[in-house]
């Protein structure tokens, strides 16, 4: 699956989007996911379909159908780039190892200014926890702390009042 990843993201490489990820489903599906600053459109799925079709019929990819989306709003954070793009975003990250029994925080992420000019350097990113009783609370993590994470947006439906 490592091969495939590497060579989707060589084949989109020039064409203005970022790869989220590839998977494999059942029935011979192969589904990938990218973004872009500002939104992934029709056109960029479309795009990306059509020049991975040609570079998986070329490079003998077994797939029987291919699928091209966004990652959707609650985006997973799935390397470091992702953590400081997203900086200052609500998340979800679960760990691997519990804190207090716990896995699992949303709150604020906060990234150290070390990281965007070295983010090799597996940096300790921060959570501002949501807190209901007004104090602040900092998680402080690595990213090899962590098992996965996600965008975690507020989302209001709420519409006119009745």
């Known amino acids: 699956m490592a091969d495939i990843f590497a060579l989707t993201q060589e084949a989109i490489a020039g064409l203005d989007v970022e790869l989220v990820d590839v998977e494999r489903a059942p029935l011979g599906l192969l589904r990938v996911t990218i973004d872009r600053p500002g939104g992934v459109r029709i056109e960029d799925c479309e795009q990306v379909s059509k020049h991975l079709s040609r570079v998986f019929e070329v490079e003998n990819i077994d797939y029987k159908r291919l699928e091209v989306g966004s ?14 793009r997203f900086a200052n975003e609500r998340v979800e990250i679960k760990l691997r190892t519990a804190i207090d029994n716990r896995k699992v925080f949303v ?33 402080d993590f690595t990213f090899d702390d962590v098992d996965r994470a996600k965008l975690d947006p507020i989302l209001d439906f709420k519409g006119n009042k009745r």
Not at 71 to 84: E, H, K, Q, S, V
Not at 112 to 130: I, R
Request: aromatic share 4%.
């Open 71 to 84: 990652p959707g709003i609650d985006r997973p954070l799935n390397r470091i780039a992702d953590f400081i």
């Open 107 to 139: 709150g604020t992420l906060r990234v150290p200014d070390t990281a965007t000019s070295d983010p090799s350097a597996n940096p300790v990113f921060g959570l501002e926890l949501d807190a209901g009783s007004g104090k602040e609370q900092v998680l």
